[in-house]
């Protein structure tokens, strides 16, 4: 625990000096113009990655729909060519399931 205590305070004073560099390069119009440039750099390069993000997860989320609805399909298929199996199957099943609740 006083590790981390150590840490705490080293990490604020390393803040302290940060605040303290920026506010005294602010005095130069030169450095408040590169932190402008530079912030918005940040900002453009953060909703760029947010886009892709974005995009991203929208192709994800289709992939998935897709696969999950082929899946289904490929079942359905299945089941309609071989009913009897299907059925047969599926009664093994619960008859497995059965016998595994029922040790509980």
Not at 39 to 44: C, L, P, Q, S, Y
Not at 65 to 75: G, I, K, L, T, V
Request: proline share 1%; charged share 30%; net charge positive.
């Amino acid at each position: 625990m006083a590790t981390a205590n150590q840490e705490i305070r080293d990490l604020r004073a390393e803040l302290e000096e940060l605040r303290a560099s920026i506010s005294s390069g602010l005095r130069n119009g030169r450095a408040r113009e590169q932190l402008h440039h530079l912030a918005e750099d940040v900002r453009e390069d953060a909703r760029d990655i947010a886009r892709n993000a974005g995009a991203s997860l929208r192709q994800a989320w289709s992939r998935s729909r897709h696969a999950a609805e082929d899946a289904y399909h490929n079942y359905e298929a299945s089941v309609s060519r071989h009913p009897i199996s299907a059925t047969a199957i599926a009664f093994a099943g619960g008859v497995l399931f059965a016998a595994l609740m029922r040790r509980r």
